[in-house]
């Protein structure tokens, strides 16, 4: 029988390539974002396309750190 705390724990290896992966699509979903936004010639639909990537890759960024402080802050049983 595993230690809970283990199977509960942010920093296991498996989670940890997940998140290098995740991050770098991340990245590079921001980095295409705005290259869709500074290429010419843009229609609205190239702007929010764009605009749409970069939001996708902030929200996800954004929650997964907030998770990951919210769990370092929990006392430890």
């Known amino acids: 029988m595993q230690n809970p705390e283990k199977e509960n724990s942010a920093w296991t290896l498996k989670k940890n390539i997940v ?9 590079f979903l921001i980095w295409l974002g ?11 639909k190239d702007k929010l396309r ?16 907030k998770i990951l402080i919210s769990k370092n802050k929990r006392p430890n049983r």
């Open 19 to 27: 998140r290098v992966f995740a991050y770098s699509f991340c990245v």
């Open 34 to 44: 705005f290259y869709t936004l500074t290429n010419s010639p843009t229609t609205p």
């Open 50 to 65: 764009g605009i749409g990537e970069i939001v996708a890759a902030c929200v996800y960024l954004y929650v997964d750190i």
